[in-house]
């Protein structure tokens, strides 16, 4: 990987599909997907949740090796810590004062001292594994906006390398994320019985509205931002992930991309650290869209859900009626939106 640790940040809000992009990026050569990192801190640290591959956090030789290369072993990780800075940097209602550019000293060194421990792990996966790219699929927006700051700031000790962060800003269809966030989803990581959260759809859609407002900000402070939407990604993966791992700097021109099929792609095993179930999932796994909310997601729900959204979902091309099954600006798969600062 050279001096630069490259990460290629996918953001969004949850139930947009990023768990499954990751796993299809993770099949690329050179490239190493750490799943939500957001997460690793609580559920694998502190709880020994299962990692990707099946085993519990602490029986992972991948992630092992990477807290040996990072901190000379995750005991020496103080989780409070950790988890007492993330209440206090990494809320979305600070994001407007971090994209504005000013923040005062004493809080400056806390958000450094909280990314530092991403930037710590993104080095440390980079030289375990010599992956040319590595793959964070955290999602959360305000994480990224703190990550932004991280990495303008000088190196700390020479010989460190810098940390190159992309963004993957992936959309999904408000009213299919409503949908999904209105399901139970039970987590088989976690001991007993575990769901994930549920939200109302007018919960979901202010959240949508929220983070994705949040990822079209941060392509305005200076760092890179490749915009897709996943309805284009099922459609035609291919593309997708072509322009994706270019954009990652990686050059996939001559590669098959053997992995993906029509309609399906082969999955192995990760080491995804935390996030949706989906990422235990191997084998043959279907790409198609899943357009259940049209029928699933009552119509007043939906007509709340498209008027609180409407402004986004325009600006992202989703302008068809929701009650219309073939509004041809929402069936046409659009080039991946590029914002670069
Ligand atoms: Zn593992």
New binding site residues.
Partial sequence: MGKVARVLFLGGLGRSGTTLLERVLGELPGVCTLGEVVHLWQRDLRDDE??????R?S?????TAVGEEAFGGWHRVDVDRVLALQAAVERTRHIPRLAGGLIAAGRLARLTEYAGYYLAVYRAAARVTGARLLIDSSKHSALAHCLRWAVAQPAGQPGVEPVDLRVAHVVRDARGVAYSWTKTVARPEAEGVAVMTRYSPARSALLWNAHNAAFDLISRCGVPVARLRYEDFLADPRRVVRELAGFGGLDLSDDPLAFLGDGHVDLR?????AGNPMRFTTGRVPLRRDDAWRAALPPRQRRLVRALCGPLLHRYGYTGSPSTRAAPTEERPLPAGRDRP
């Fill in positions: 299962r990692c990707g591959c099946g085993t956090f029986g992972c030789a991948f992630w095993p990760g080491h995804s650290a």
